[in-house]
């Protein structure tokens, strides 16, 4: 389910109150932050939110808010669409969807 908020930075500030601390990037096959690797089968996606620019595509964005499945790790992942797009695995790519 996708959520809308007016911007991507009052978004990213609501789940940072919410425990959202971790900023997740990824790595063709999982995500990562420091030294913790999540493979897919690891997280769950509990909220996604979409931005999109006006005038410039590579305005436009993705931001998921991601938590471990034993609970220990909620943070949030932004992602940018198509081209623009972190290269990943398909089961990564099901996983975001």
């Not at 996604?48 to 943070?75: Q, V």
């Not at 081209?83 to 975001?96: C, F, Q, R, S």
């Amino acid at each position: 389910m996708e959520n809308y908020e007016p911007t991507l930075v009052e978004t990213l500030e609501k789940l940072r109150k919410g425990g959202y601390t971790e900023d997740f990037n990824i790595r063709f096959d999982s995500l990562i932050c420091g030294d913790v690797c999540l493979l897919p089968s690891q997280f769950e996606v509990d909220q996604t939110f979409r931005f999109e620019g006006n005038t410039n595509p590579s305005d436009e964005a993705i931001l998921f808010a991601i938590s471990s499945k034993d609970g220990k790790i909620k943070g949030v992942l932004v992602n940018s669409y198509g081209t623009y797009a972190d290269e990943m695995t398909e089961e990564l790519v099901d996983k975001l969807k």
